[in-house]
């Protein structure tokens, strides 16, 4: 097992739960259970899942596109508080990352709790791309495994959507 870190290069001005409630994203496509969204604000695109108990997996691209970002948000209730920062252990295949999550609430759709990690790691969204399933190790809370079936063909989407936008 490899140990890495992920760091926070940039801090996410905004970043919304599901795309389609909110006016600034255009659906792009949709692959394998995911949906791809151009945010015309910030002239890139994100891939999201939303599950059957209306959980949100989220990975994007910040404005400079220098760092890539991961959102896992929920209805259920949690404690999550926003703008709290915590540590947190993700696992993606052999690989396990440390780095932080920031939480979010209430400047996502409504109802709506969760966090976010910021990498530069080109390994970390490889992973992401090709493993089945992400396991997060919250530093208070406890641990979840999210379901990354079909990361692959969408990460491949939402970069031919990231082409699409820089022309705009």
């Keep these: 097992m490899t140990l890495?870190?992920?760091?926070?290069?940039?801090?996410l001005a905004t970043l919304?739960?599901?795309a389609s409630a909110e006016g600034k994203f255009e659906h792009f496509g949709s692959v394998e259970g995911w949906n791809v969204f151009i945010d015309h604000e910030k002239k890139s695109c994100m891939i999201e899942a939303v599950d059957d108990l209306e959980n949100v997996v989220q990975m994007?691209?910040?404005k400079d596109r220098g760092v890539?970002?991961?959102?896992v948000f929920t209805k259920a209730e949690t404690n999550i508080k926003k703008g709290d920062k915590e540590g947190v252990a993700i696992l993606l295949g052999d690989n396990l990352y440390t780095g932080e999550v920031t939480g979010m609430?209430?400047?996502?759709t409504k109802g709506y709790s969760g966090?976010?990690?910021l990498t530069d790691?080109?390994?970390f969204v490889e992973d992401f791309a090709k493993q089945y399933e992400m396991v997060?190790?919250?530093?208070?809370?406890?641990g979840f495994i999210v379901d990354l079936k079909g990361t692959l063909k969408a990460i491949e989407m939402g970069r031919e959507c990231n082409q699409k936008a820089m022309m705009e």
């Design 68 to 71: 890539a970002y991961v959102g």
């Design 16 to 18: 919304a739960t599901t």
């Design 105 to 108: 609430r209430g400047n996502i």
């Design 115 to 117: 966090g976010y990690v």
């Design 60 to 62: 994007g691209l910040t």
């Design 121 to 123: 790691d080109p390994q």
């Design 136 to 142: 997060v190790f919250p530093e208070k809370e406890f």
């Design 4 to 11: 890495k870190s992920l760091t926070a290069a940039a801090l």
